[in-house]
Every structure is written in C-alpha cells, then in structure tokens.
C-alpha cells in the first residue's frame, strides 16, 4: 500500500478500525521488508525479547513506522521508515512501568530529571519511553534495564537485522495502549480532514 491508499484507507475508516488493523495486527513491514518469513520473523523477533526481558510474548508488539512504512504521527506527514527511524517496541508490563517511574520520581526528588515535562506527560498517559543511552543518574533501577537490555543488543541486531536505536515503551496495561493510540489516529484523521 503506497502513502496515498494509506491516507484514503485511515480517512474511511473508523480509529478503531484503524487501530486494530494496523498497530495490532502481525503484519510488520520491517519484516515483510527484509525477509521471506516475515510471520515466522516477528514471532521470533517476540521471542527473542520475551526471553531476555522476562516479559509474556503477547504483551510485546511493534508500533510506529517500522511497522506500517509509515508514521501515523500528525506532525510527521506520513514519513516513511528510514534509516534515522526509531524502532518502536511496546512492552505492557505494570511492574516494570512503576519500577521505571518510582526510579523517576527519586531522582527528580533529588536533582534535575532531563526531559521531567516529557516524562510526565509520557506517564500520564500511562507508559514510559527508554532507550539504551538514556541517562541512569546512578539510580539502581534505570542502571539495571539498561545493563539488561545492552546485554542482547548486539545479538538483537546480529540475529533480525535490526540496526536502528530501539525505543522501549513501557505501558502499565493494553487499555493505555489503546487509548494513546486512540488519541494519535484521531488527531491525524482530523489534520487530514483540516487539509482537504
């Protein structure tokens, strides 16, 4: 599907619809893209960070532009995936979620927390956002994920081929994945019923 059937698709159907049919669904492009087996990849590519997260297989998915081609944000004008794109990966996991957030509120107790407005407005829509450079402030918590998750990087990109900067976003449950996903694909529908 090409950018132009992407738009008129999300313009005649509903957010729901659009929710399911795209961030849900099995369908990876980053896969489809680099791989004959794209179905079996993605099960893989869930395995893999199941195992080395310690997460359930079915609270990981992939989102944003590596999965549809496309971005879905309203202020990116339908990018396409490109060699400077993130690689959006969902993790719900309500444990890990507080851990992440009560390391934040320490530190903020303390000492400047870089980034403290985008933080806060990430966990009040129920998620944080890491990736594997992000600052640790010494905090015990923030150290361990990040000594985790560089522990399978290089093996992570060896085996899927994946060499973009992975963007961890850590729901505390589906219905806040929902709901802020919900929130994008309005927003977009009504910037493309705003320009025609």
Not at 67 to 72: A, G, L, P
Request: charged content about 30%; glycine content about 4%.
């Amino acid at each position: 599907m090409d950018k132009q059937e992407l738009v008129e698709h999300i313009k005649s159907k509903k957010e729901l619809d659009i929710y399911y049919d795209y961030l849900l669904g099995q369908e990876v492009w980053y896969f489809q893209n680099n791989g004959p087996d794209f179905s079996s990849d993605y099960d893989q590519f869930k395995k893999f960070i199941s195992r080395n997260l310690g997460i359930p297989f079915n609270n990981i998915s992939i989102v944003g532009s590596a999965k549809t081609r496309y971005s879905f944000s309203p202020s990116k004008n339908f990018s396409e995936f490109h060699e400077e794109s993130d690689f959006d990966l969902i993790i719900v996991s309500r444990r890990l979620f507080y851990d992440i957030w009560e390391a934040y509120r320490k530190i903020s107790n303390n000492q400047f927390l870089h980034g403290y407005e985008y933080k806060c407005g990430n966990v009040f829509n129920g998620f944080v956002s890491l990736k594997d450079d992000d600052r640790t402030y010494g905090n015990e918590t923030l150290e361990k994920w990040q000594k985790l998750i560089l522990s399978f990087k290089a093996e992570l990109q060896l085996k899927f081929n994946i060499q973009h900067e992975i963007n961890y976003r850590i729901y505390s449950d589906w219905e806040s994945v929902e709901a802020y996903h919900l929130k994008g694909i309005t927003k977009l529908k009504n910037t493309l019923d705003e320009t025609n």
